[in-house]
């Protein structure tokens, strides 16, 4: 930050303002961490429920028995399937794959020495497919999110798309929200399907998102507010 003249009036207790610069850099970084971010978990969880209707029926079921076409934050316990399929989906498409840090001290970690000052590249993505934290990591099964399963347990950072610890993402509850609102809404509206055995290409801008546009047959519900099989 800067104290020079520029076109943000706000500022620290110090004076401190944002330039311009500034002002532009942060715009750059919200785009990605909270819009690429949210827009590349609803493509995904579209893709998942055109690919498995079973689990499109049962959260379009949850969607009708809610009974409201906008919902509020208390009615995301009464979506509890959604809630499976938006873990499931951010363990296997992990929208931030790498963080980034330096060590602060000398240190070690699994027996590896990490003097003070090294870079480090943390990988969600790849932990959130690994075994033994997960079982058949490549297979997408939301129930391995229940009360029952727990696989998430078995380590403290086993799912961890959102970070941890002090940078852990602010926008994590109301990222969330907008993605399960979003998805209610369509489940209400549409009911859509991809072609047996598709599945979408994937390519990498700020996190892994389908490059091919994702080509989904949509249709509208009908009159009962049913999405048509
Ligand atoms: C599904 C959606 C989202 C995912 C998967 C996600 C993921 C993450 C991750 C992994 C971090 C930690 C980065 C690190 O430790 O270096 C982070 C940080 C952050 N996120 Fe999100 N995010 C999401 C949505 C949002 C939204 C909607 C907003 C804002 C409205 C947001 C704002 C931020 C900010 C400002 C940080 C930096 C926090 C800090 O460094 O103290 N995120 N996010």
């Known amino acids: 930050m800067t104290s020079s003249a520029s076109s943000c009036h706000a500022e620290s207790e110090d004076g401190e303002r944002f330039d311009d610069d500034d002002v532009v850099n942060h715009m750059i970084f919200t785009m990605m961490a909270a819009h690429d971010t949210s827009t590349i978990t609803i493509a995904m969880m579209g893709y998942y429920l055109a690919a498995n209707p079973e689990w ?25 399937s959604m809630d499976l399929v938006f873990k499931e989906t951010l363990r296997m498409n992990a929208p931030v794959g790498m963080v980034a840090r330096e060590a602060i001290k000398d240190t070690e970690i699994d027996g590896h020495y990490v003097p003070k000052g090294a870079r480090l590249m943390l990988g969600i993505y790849p932990t959130q497919r690994m075994k033994p934290w997960w079982n058949d990591p490549d297979t997408f099964d939301p129930e391995r999110f229940t009360a029952e399963r727990q696989e998430d347990a078995s380590h403290k950072f086993a799912w ?33 399907r991809v072609p047996a055995g598709y599945e979408p290409v994937i390519d990498y801008g700020t996190g892994p998102f389908p490059g091919d546009g994702l080509p989904i047959e949509l249709r509208a519900a009908t009159a009962a507010g049913r999405g048509s099989d």
């Not at 961890?160 to 809404?185: D, S, T, W």
């Open 160 to 192: 961890a798309p959102f970070g941890g610890n002090v940078h852990k993402c602010i926008g994590m509850h109301f990222g969330g929200m907008e993605v399960k609102a979003i998805l209610h809404q369509m489940l209400l509206r549409h009911s859509w």
């Open 56 to 80: 499109q029926t049962r959260l379009r079921a949850e969607s009708q028995a809610l009974g409201k076409m906008m919902i509020g934050y208390d009615d995301l316990d009464a979506l509890p």
